[in-house]
């Protein structure tokens, strides 16, 4: 803020009346013709350009994941294809396991063994409460029953971490007949992109079978020269030529480190705008830009580059006046390959010359010279 404000300050310094660069260069409309001197009138920017650079689609970390084999197996089916969407809990593959039969048996044996130690923690109470048994031995039974309970909730816990759903744990903690087939399922909404096994393909633990991505949420990770990271800052907007949004992307991220092959720092813009249509992998050309009201309330006006010259280190463009052109000084807060973004003592009625420019620096530079 203290660097915005000094610019600002500095700007409405350089356009305080008595400027000695703000002055008239008389020349008649016939030499104005002859000279080829053009004009146009500005624009008002809204969106400020600050850095064009090459970009890469890419999927978050937490939207990407391998849908692995919880046990080794003989896979069964597989039923969703490449390129296909899934909700979370479908079924997309099937896997016959001895490890997952024995599971489900060493689930059963934990949970008799829990109902066994219950019952006789429950008797051994009753038997207490009556004096029929000793202090000790009901507290030797409730350890029982405690270590029980947790072996069984363990097992339980096993199966739901294998996928098994509440309903199936039910109906085995009810019914007590093993599942012969062990149903994957998708663990959230999103779009199948490889797939890594064959159906009848024996897979060990954690082998892949699919991967699954969450499409609904993509970066941006542009490569920004260092040089000009200065000029970004996060909230940002970011604009993605071929994109069917004007600006569908925000900057949240600015890297930390310097890629030694390219000397370029990670910029990362995450896309908060639906109907994009962009791609993970795709590389894409962006514009990042900013608000220009963010830096101050001043209006910003975009001209074309041949508009602006150079006298030592300030910039000036020449306004159109009943006598001749104003030599007047601009601020550059933005440019891209065919304009120039500025702020100046100008308004949209303004003619600011676009052509034949350097004619009138060469006439402004000679008679700065005749004053002095």
Known sequence: MIVRNILVTGFIA????????AEEIAITPAEIRNLGIMTASPNVAYE???IEATARVVIPPMGDTVVSAPHSGLLAGLNVA????VVEGQVIARLQSSEFLALQREFLDALNANMLAQNEFDRDKQLNNEGIISGRRLQETTTRSRIAATSFNEHRQLLQIVGLTESEIHAL????????????????????????????????????IYRLADLSSLWLEINVPQERLSAIRPGMKV???????????VVTTIGRSVDPATQAIMVRANLVEAGHALKPGQFVSTRIVSDHMEVSEEPVWVVPSAAMTRSGDSHFLFVRTAGGFDARPAMVVGEDADFIYIRAEIDADSAIAVGG???????WSAQRESDS
């Open 173 to 208: 903690e009810t019914r007590q007949n093993l599942l012969q087939v062990l149903e994957i399922r998708a663990p959230f909404d999103g779009v199948i992109l490889d797939q890594m096994a064959k159906t009848g393909e024996r897979l060990g633990a954690m082998s892949p």
């Open 48 to 50: 400020v350009a600050s």
């Open 239 to 249: 604009e993605v030529v071929g994109s069917q949004v004007a600006l569908p992307a």
């Open 82 to 85: 490449v390129g296909e969407e």
């Open 14 to 21: 350089l356009l305080a009346p008595g400027t000695p660069y």
């Open 357 to 363: 420019v350097s004619a009138l620096k060469a006439l």
